[in-house]
C-alpha cells in the first residue's frame, strides 16, 4: 500500500475516516515511520483543539447557567456540639 494522504491520515486523527479504509490506513500506519509521525502531529492538534473548545466551552455555559454549574457551597457542615461559654 502507498503512503495514505494527508487528508486520510487526518480523518483518521479524528476519528472521522470509514471502515475499511480506516482499518487499512491504521495497518499502514503501524509499520511506517513517516506516517506515524504525520500522524502524531494530526493527533497533536486534535488535542490541542479539544481542550480549546473545551475551554470555551466551559467558559460560554458560566455565562449562560451561571447558577446551575456552581458546586453546591456553603453546606451546613456539622460540627461537635458548641457548649456555651460560661
Ligand atoms: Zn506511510
Known amino acids: 500500500m ?4 494527508n487528508d486520510e491520515l487526518l480523518l483518521l486523527a479524528y ?6 479504509a480506516a482499518g487499512q490506513i491504521e495497518a499502514h500506519v503501524a509499520t511506517c515511520l513517516a506516517c506515524q ?8 492538534g486534535r488535542l490541542a483543539l479539544d481542550a480549546q473548545q473545551q475551554r470555551s466551552r466551559a467558559w460560554s455555559c458560566r455565562g449562560r447557567f451561571p447558577l ?4 453546591s457551597v456553603g453546606r451546613p457542615r456539622r460540627r461537635g456540639r458548641r ?4
Open 2 to 5: 502507498n503512503h495514505p494522504r
Open 15 to 20: 476519528g472521522e475516516l470509514a471502515e475499511p
Open 37 to 44: 509521525a504525520q500522524l502524531a502531529g494530526f493527533e497533536r
Open 68 to 71: 446551575a454549574i456552581r458546586p
Open 83 to 86: 457548649r456555651p461559654d460560661m
